[in-house]
């Protein structure tokens, strides 16, 4: 059985920093393309960013570059992490991983073939 569990997210002031994990467990999470995704209250899922299976090329939406970094653990093949910094009010949502089926192209749309339950970042003073 696949299952992608996302770390737990929390609260965390404006302008602070914090990194979420995704950890697959039934699949080599390395040989696959692995998003982020986050879905705040009343508004529609946004695709986050994207890490390449075939080359690593990580992808951001613009809402979130330069901000967010999107990253594998090289040793341990199973854990994708998300690094928030400089966090805002408008980036509190549940996020959650999951892998694309057409991998890090359109990912934003494409199908998820597996994918978390999600974990609640809220960015509030």
């Known amino acids: 059985q696949v299952q992608l569990v996302e770390s737990r997210g929390g609260l965390v002031q404006p302008g602070g920093s914090l990194r979420i994990s995704c950890v697959a467990s039934?699949?080599?999470?390395?040989?696959?393309?692995v998003a982020w995704f986050r879905q705040a209250p009343g508004k529609e899922r946004e695709g986050v960013s994207c890490?390449?299976?075939?080359?690593?090329?990580?992808?951001y939406a613009d809402s979130v570059k330069g901000r967010f970094t999107i990253s594998r653990n090289n040793a341990e093949k199973n854990t994708v992490y998300l690094q928030m910094n400089s966090l805002k009010p408008e980036d509190t949502a549940v996020y959650f991983c999951?892998?694309?089926?057409?991998?890090?192209?359109?990912?934003?749309?494409?199908?998820?073939?597996?994918r978390g339950q999600g974990t609640l970042v809220n960015v509030s003073s």
């Open positions: 999951a892998t694309p089926t057409r991998g890090c192209s359109g990912y934003e749309h494409n199908g998820l073939e597996f």
């Open positions: 039934g699949i080599i999470l390395d040989y696959y393309a």
């Open positions: 890490i390449s299976s075939v080359d690593g090329s990580a992808y």
